[in-house]
Structure formats: C-alpha cells, structure tokens
C-alpha cells in the first residue's frame, strides 16, 4: 500500500467524503484530514462525518427536477453519499430525505473502514506544494486556512458573504406582460427583461415586501446584524431598502427611467429588471433583489410582479456568511486549480450550492485528483449532463460578472438544439433522457470500479 499513489483530502464533509472514497475506490491512497472532534466549526454538533447541519432533505427524487436528475446520475456513478442516502432513508413523499444521524454514521463507518483511506484528526491550516490536494473545507472554513486560500488566489478571488437574488426561469415568465429592453436602449435588449407596474401594483407589491417575513439568522450569522443585516460589499437586502422610503425603491433597483412601455412610449410608474444570467437566456435574474426573505415568501411576494405570477425559480435569493471562491477563470471543469493543477477544491466554496451538489462536486475532484496520481487522463463531465452542467457553470459562470452561487437546475444544462414539444415537463425530461445515457454510456464504469490493491 505504500507504494500506491496517493493524493490527500481535507475536510470530511459530504464533498470531502465523496472525494475520499472515489479517489479510494480508484486504487490511490487517501490521507483525509478533519479536524472533528478536536474542533467543531459553529454549525457542528456531531463528531461523525458528512454531518447535515440543516435540513435532513436532499430534495426531489423525480427525474423531471435537476437535483433529482443529479442524484441518480451520482446513484448510476457509485456515490458513497447516494449509497448512504438510500440505506438510511426515511419517508419523505417525492423527496429523498434522510435519518441525519444514520446517514452521518453510514459515512463515518464506510470512510474509517475503507482499506486506501487513513483519517487523521487534525486542522489543517495551508497546503503544500508537493502532493496532489482536494480542499474541501466547506462554507465555514476556519480562518487560517480562508487566510492561506485567500493568499492563494491573491485576495481577490475569495468572498465571505454569499448575497444573490432570485434567479427566473424565463419559459415561465409572462410575456405579455414582460418585454425585452436596455436602459436608454443601450447594448443588447434581450440582455434584459422588464415587469412594469402601476401605482396600485407597486403599492400592493411594496407592502407585501415590507411586511414580509425574514428568514431567522444562523447563530454563525448574527455577527453580521446589528440593527439590520450588513453585507457583502454593502450589499442592502431588496426589503430593508424598500422599508427605508416608498420611493426608495423607485429610484433604485425599480427606476423605470430609460425603460418606456411598448405600447404608450410612457415610463412605467415602476419596472422591475430582470438581467440574463446565461448565453442561452434561459435564466433571468432579478436585479436588485438579494433579499433575506423566507422562501415561500419570496415565492409569494415576488410572483406579486406583474409577468411573473407564474414564475419559476430555479434560485432563490440568499444572504448568509458563506465562504466561496471567485470560480470562474480560477477552476477547471475538474475543479482544479488553473494555475495549480494538483490542487482541487469540492463542496460549497467552489460555488456550488446544497448537499447533492456539494457531493458531486467532490465526485468530480475525487476522481480527478486520482487521475492525477495514477497520471491518467482528466475527466470532464459534459454540460449534457446535469454534474457537468455544474461544473461547467462553476469554472465557467454566466454572462454576469457577478458569480454567485447555484443550485442544480435545468438552465445550466446544455440546451435541445430545437425546441422539445409538450412544455416544461416533457422538455425535463428529455434532459433527464438525454443524460442518463450519457452516464451509462461512458460513465457507468465508475460503479464497478473498486480497485483496492
């Protein structure tokens, strides 16, 4: 075994843990560090691996929702997390939830067991330039180690506060009520879109948002409020401005200057902008509305917008402490680092957001550090798959500067060249279709593969 290539991990979170194990299960030796239980970040309770710190849901099973989509393509893969998930299941209707603690024992045993994997109980705090790495320290990294990744890239390429508005499905916005145009008629029109509103829209609009209720604060959080929420580079939440002045809105994000209505050629008395988020504009994010609101209040609120009644989002907006890189242009699709091909980051600091997605990240990293060991050639799942559809959207990122990051989803994945009949359902799942045989096609070798020397 001591000849055996060897590559190390840090962190035995989901994505930490699933990099382990594939990298393990390729044949290489894995060192995985976790500084559990000598120190527990704020969200921890248990000294078990894999440890769900909030919901004990990872959301829907059906093959028609991308998360679902993701979690069978892991599932066909042999993902130790999707293994886990499935022996310690719990009844959930359409969703696949979970016995937290037997989920997080499942792990820890599989893990310690593991023939290729050694675990040692310590913090690391920088990484060295002689052994192939997978980071993945999670949205909670402990200062020394954010202060060593943040030398790493410059200081430039690291955030600690993860405030994103709500991102739109654009199949379900209206169109007869929204229209494409730019501010002043400047650059592209398609590059956005506009809910206009009356005084007596934004009037029921703006007291539903003021009244709104606000998601509680994680005890990890409440560092950042004082009076209200402080932000990210100043970043206000779309509901504390609007409770600053009626107008407050209307000469901000709702400034409906530049934009004139189609029909009159008269400004609206408020417009709300949407902003492409992809080159396929099959996402709109609405601009401005980083918000802190509950999710079903945002859902409720938010489809007060005249065209987006029916809105599906395939984000919501968020305002958290949330350590993350900076990703595209930094990572490869392999989640490597560009201008360090042996280190690799997995889990939510890549820009990856949620538990399956944090996992199959760790997927990608694990079997690609162990590439890299046995010097063989990197994988790159395609964008017609929804786990390369992320890693893709990480390295990668939208038409907007302003990466954030995101859930699994149906916008990211590589588009139909033609359109699929039957609406949202059947378009779904032709993606679901179209990857699957993708993953069995040249993927499904990494089920059987169990190389323990």
């Keep these: 075994m001591c000849d055996m290539p060897s590559v190390k991990i840090i962190g035995a979170g989901?994505?930490?843990?699933e990099a382990a194990w594939q990298a393990a299960r390729l044949g290489v030796k894995v060192t995985l560090y976790e500084m559990k239980p000598k120190k527990l970040s704020p969200a921890h309770h248990s000294e078990n691996f894999a440890e769900l710190v909030c919901s004990n849901s990872l959301r829907s099973n059906q093959l028609n929702n991308a998360v679902g989509l993701l979690k069978e393509e892991m599932r066909l893969m042999g993902s130790l997390i999707m293994e886990a998930a499935l022996a310690t299941e719990v009844p959930?209707?359409?969703?696949l939830a979970v016995n937290r603690e037997l989920f997080s024992s499942y792990i820890t045993e599989k893990i310690k067991s593991h023939p290729n994997i050694t675990v040692v109980e310590e913090e690391v705090f920088k990484v060295s330039d002689d052994s192939i790495t997978v980071i993945a320290t999670g949205p909670l990294t402990s200062e020394p180690m954010a202060e060593w990744i943040s030398s790493l890239t410059g200081g430039s390429e690291l955030h600690f506060f993860d405030a994103a508005a709500p991102i739109v499905d654009f199949s379900s916005v209206d169109m007869s009520k929204a229209f494409f145009a730019s501010r002043y008629g400047k650059g592209n029109p398609?590059?956005?879109?506009?809910?206009?509103?009356?005084?007596e829209e934004y009037d029921a609009f703006y007291n539903a948002l003021i009244n709104a209720e606000a998601a509680p604060l994680k005890s990890f959080d409440k560092e950042y409020q004082e009076n209200?929420?402080?932000?990210?580079?100043?970043c206000m939440p779309v509901e504390v401005m609007a409770k600053r002045g009626y107008d407050t809105l209307r000469y901000g994000p709702m400034k409906p200057v530049g934009l004139p209505l189609p029909?009159?050629?008269e400004d609206a008395f408020a417009t709300v902008q949407l902003r492409r988020e992809n080159k396929e504009g099959t996402m709109y994010n609405i601009v401005g509305f980083q918000t802190h609101l509950t999710f079903a209040e945002q859902k409720r609120v938010f489809r007060m917008i005249p065209g987006l009644e029916s809105a599906e989002f395939f984000r919501y907006g968020v305002m958290h402490r949330n350590t993350y890189l900076n990703s595209p242009g930094f990572l490869t699709p392999t989640y490597a680092v560009k201008a360090r091909p042996e280190l690799f980051f997995a889990g939510q600091m890549t820009g990856v957001e949620g538990y399956v997605e944090s996992a199959s990240s760790g997927f990608v990293a694990g079997v690609n550090a162990a590439m890299a060991a046995l010097g063989r050639e990197e994988v790159i799942f395609p964008r017609e798959t929804e786990i390369g559809a992320l890693s893709h959207y990480v390295s990668l990122g939208g038409v907007s500067s302003n990466f954030q990051p995101m859930n699994a989803n149906f916008g990211i994945i590589a588009p139909f060249d033609k359109k699929i009949k039957g609406g949202k359902k059947c378009r779904n799942e032709a993606y679901a279709s179209r990857s699957l045989d993708i993953i069995r096609e040249k993927y499904g070798i990494f089920a059987d593969n169990e190389n323990t020397h």
């Design 14 to 17: 989901l994505a930490g843990c």
């Design 92 to 95: 959930a209707g359409a969703a």
């Design 263 to 265: 029909s009159t050629g």
């Design 228 to 234: 209200e929420l402080v932000v990210f580079e100043g």
């Design 190 to 199: 398609e590059d956005y879109l506009n809910c206009p509103m009356t005084k």
